[in-house]
């Protein structure tokens, strides 16, 4: 007797592919459909992931993006001693956060790795996150450095204290990551997909790579290694860009589709009263 929203976080139709398990992706559709159409209203946090929901027969749909906290990711964190650990803290970090899984295209990363190492040495890899593929990424990745599982102040430090973020991964809905080191000051590189494309502004607040494309990747990345200044200009318009992204102004919405679910589940259930 009440109205149900759901938020569509995580896209469980493509992890199949990612453990060989392709014929599940229809099922995982089918149980999608009668979960999501049972339900008043979807919140898509992305446009291409709500079109793709659309075309897979999931109705009732909103987009409203996720938002950030730009008071516990910010640059103020930013900390020479931590950069320090790597080095004598002049060589440019790239860093890398997300549970360490397979559906984050983390062979995607560790080729983009490979690829930019076997050429230069004058960055620094750090991965931040835990999961059941780190100890085979870090046979893929020597010499990065890997961090484990990160959060709160921590967190935040080890945001702010890079220099590059990517992120290769192609089943985002979201990728609050992205605006988390956006909102830390870092110029973002990240594959041209699903939550990615509504946060990033190509060219100003930051670059997009092919996805699923190591190589294309790794060119994207080492042009904000060879061109410093405009690294910089790239991760001033970021952290602009992420004050769009304000939890107070992305609540204000929700609470407003709120009320809008509510005043249309009463007319259906009430419409005398209406």
Do not use: C
């Not at 992706?25 to 291409?48: G, H």
């Amino acid at each position: 007797g009440l109205p149900l929203v759901a938020t569509y976080h995580t896209h469980f139709p493509t992890y199949p592919r990612y453990y060989n398990l392709n014929g599940l992706e229809e099922l995982i559709w089918r149980l999608s459909r009668r979960l999501y159409n049972k339900v008043d209203r979807t919140f898509v946090p992305a446009l291409p992931i709500l079109r793709e929901l659309d075309q897979h027969g999931i109705q009732r749909l909103e987009y409203l993006p996720n938002g950030v906290d730009t008071g516990a990711f910010s640059p103020l964190y930013r900390s020479e001693e931590w950069r320090r650990r790597f080095g004598n803290g002049e060589k440019p970090v790239i860093l890398f956060v997300s549970r360490l899984v397979w559906e984050k295209d983390l062979r995607v990363l560790a080729q983009t790795f490979t690829e930019l190492r076997s050429h230069r040495d004058d960055f620094e890899m750090v991965i931040v996150g835990d999961g059941h593929a780190r100890q085979e990424l870090q046979e893929m990745m020597p010499g990065a450095h890997f961090l484990g599982y990160e959060s709160g102040r921590t967190l935040a430090e080890s945001f702010a204290s890079a220099d590059i973020f990517v992120f290769p991964s192609t089943t985002e809905t979201f990728g609050l990551v992205t605006l988390e080191a956006m909102s830390s000051g870092l110029a973002p590189v990240a594959a041209k997909v699903g939550g990615a494309v509504g946060i990033i502004q190509e060219g100003s607040s930051g670059l997009f790579a092919e996805p699923l494309n190591g190589t294309d990747l790794a060119k994207k990345v080492e042009w904000l290694l060879d061109h410093p200044n405009h690294r910089k200009v790239i991760a001033e318009h970021a952290l602009a860009r992420a004050q769009e992204f304000r939890w107070d102004r992305i609540l204000d919405r929700l609470f407003e589709s709120y009320k809008e679910v509510i005043e249309s589940f009463r007319r259906r259930r009430f419409p005398r009263a209406a």
